[in-house]
């Protein structure tokens, strides 16, 4: 029996959530006392590899097939499912990110094992049982769901567990795949990398605005902010329906979910429905003219006042702090 | 082409939650129970669309739920399904749910099966990759274009990283975001139609339960919000480094 956690490299690097998802697999692994391993797919360094070890991964596998470049589900998770069966692993822990959601559901299916995803602490074990927290009804409540199945399956909810680093040796090591070109049912014809620097999915600090703005062309101090602080940006959902900003930067119920460290709302009322994508969010700031908007009832700090008075100068407050570390 | 048309059943997105029976269940007392707005919005619009277009031959609508999902089923055949079929039972798990769903697209042929990334009550994202594994058939995951040539579909998905364009053939299982299609509100035509409709109810399949929710919580409610004068944003910045320590 084993532990095994399913990483992924952007451009040949990982990133914090898998850091994270190692951790995490790690102290899974501790509880059980048994053995982690860690799979990756694709082109990475040896020594990017070996850097897993540092997060408490004992043996490293990498699959390389010129035909797994590209993102397919399907063959991904066939491709886990043989190592989980060569590394003898019982647990496969996956990080909640779009490809997680796609991979994970599938593994569940052919492995006969029960899911939780979107994790968001450690499970509790009793006997072969193991119970997970997990956000619901879109982080307005959490449930404790409880795996019944042999094979157990977590996807991990980005940042919420710390990366720890630990004195750890790893080994490095190929794994060998059987694939037929059959399993290739899917043709990707594109592919197009986000435009932005930092995945609104996985920052750490997010910049958010909504109607408030008054208009897209006010949005350059907004971006501003999030340059500034190494932020990503984000909108409500009126403001990306009526197209001043891409969709992709909508978070709330009926959008993205984001649990960042920091999530600033300027010019954001709060409706349920918006509170319910950002409210698993460490520390909330909201700043808003409307003393009254609800959005201060969820914020852990306020200002009311002008946005376009109160966020320029609190640009340079920002800038004066970064410029000062 | 046959689409099958995945609804889920979830709470109107404006629910305050609570739970009842020390906190084991959701409390569904005064709750308006809508169509998951994903399954709803981008699913079943967008199978309909296709239809429209001479696409597809028929568009079927699927629910795994006891009677008091007919309302929800009644406003998807408003809309525009042909017909639908329900699963006469409580939706344990998510994998109970697929296997139902999985089992009928196979019996019946299907050709396409749509559904929404995700309920916006268990937030899972799992059925639709747990009936593309169980049918043995491509996984096309969070969809925000869709196009279809004869078998052939065109579409373009989020993927880590970015967005990926994807051309596969028929069978598949497509899970449907925001972008996919425009919203539709039922008409009086389709509303009288809806009436006269086929809801074919079957009994489910034995499946295994993998899941099961143990009990509920409540987030902890926040301390109470700081207030910080307009003109002193500097404040702001020493909390946010010094008390709150996430810059």
């Known amino acids: ?325 | 082409m046959k689409i099958l048309v995945c609804i889920s059943k979830t709470p109107d997105t404006t629910t305050k939650i609570s739970f009842v029976d020390g906190n084991t269940k959701f409390n569904y007392e005064k709750v308006q129970l809508i169509i998951n707005p994903y399954d709803e919005w981008y699913a079943l619009v967008r199978a309909l669309e296709l239809k429209e277009k001479g696409l597809a031959a028929q568009v079927s609508v699927i629910n795994v739920g006891l009677a008091d999902s007919d309302a929800i089923i009644r406003k998807a055949l408003a809309i525009g399904g042909d017909d639908a079929v329900r699963v006469n039972a409580e939706p344990t798990d998510a994998f109970f749910v697929a296997d139902q769903i999985a089992q009928y697209a196979i019996n019946e042929k299907y050709d396409a099966v749509f559904l929404g990334k995700e309920t916006i009550d268990y937030n899972g994202s799992q059925v639709g990759g747990m009936v593309a594994g169980i049918m043995d058939v491509p996984f096309i995951s969070l969809a925000s274009k869709f196009e279809l040539n004869g078998n052939v579909a065109t579409a373009e998905r989020d993927i880590s990283g970015g967005k990926e364009t994807i051309e596969v053939t028929a069978p598949f299982v497509i899970s449907c975001s925001k972008g996919m299609a425009e919203a539709r509100i039922p008409n009086m035509r389709g509303i009288m139609a809806a009436r006269t409709k086929p809801i074919k109810v079957i009994e489910p399949n034995a499946t295994e339960k993998l899941t099961s929710v143990k009990n509920y919580e409540l987030p902890i409610e926040k301390a109470g919000c700081k207030m910080i004068a307009a003109d002193n944003v500097e404040e702001l910045v020493r909390l946010l480094h010094e008390e709150a320590k996430v810059i």
């Open chain 1, 1 to 325: 029996m084993s532990v095994l956690v399913y990483v992924e490299a952007t451009d040949g690097k990982f990133k914090k959530p898998s850091f994270e998802a190692i951790t995490y697999g790690a102290k899974v692994a501790a509880m059980l006392n048994v053995e982690i391993h860690a799979l990756c797919i694709g082109e990475v360094s040896d020594d990017e590899l070996k850097s897993l070890g540092n997060y408490g991964a004992n043996k490293i596998w990498f699959v390389k097939d010129e035909r797994l470049k590209n993102f397919d589900p399907l063959v991904y998770a066939k491709v886990i499912t043989q190592v989980e069966s060569q590394t003898n692993s019982d647990v496969l822990v996956l990080i909640q990110n779009f490809n997680g959601k796609a991979i994970a559901p599938i593994l569940s299916a052919r492995l006969k094992a029960g899911l939780i995803s979107g994790a968001v602490d450690l499970p509790l074990m009793s006997g072969d049982s193991f119970t997970v927290k997990k956000n619901v009804f879109s982080g307005k409540a959490i449930a404790n769901y409880e795996m019944h199945s042999a094979k157990k399956i977590i996807a991990l909810t980005s940042n919420s567990i710390a990366p720890v680093a630990t004195e750890n040796k790893a080994t490095v090591q190929e794994i060998k795949i059987e694939l037929t070109d059959a399993d290739f049912k899917l043709k990707v014809k594109e592919v197009v990398k986000a435009s932005c620097k930092i995945s609104l999915a996985d920052a750490e600090i997010v910049v958010s605005a909504g109607r408030g703005m008054k208009g897209p062309e006010n949005w350059g101090m907004i971006e501003e902010m999030a340059n500034i602080l190494g932020a990503a940006t984000a909108c409500s959902r009126p403001v990306a329906d009526i197209n001043w900003r891409p969709h992709g930067e909508h978070v709330g119920q009926t959008g993205l979910t984001v649990r960042p460290n920091l999530y600033i709302a300027i010019g954001i009322s709060g409706a349920i429905q918006h509170l319910a994508g950002v409210n698993g969010s460490k520390v909330m700031v909201v700043i808003n003219k409307d003393a009254e908007a609800p959005f201060f009832k969820a914020a852990d700090y306020g200002i009311v006042g002008d946005v376009f008075e109160v966020v320029p100068k609190l640009n340079e407050a920002f800038k004066k702090f970064k410029s000062g570390n």
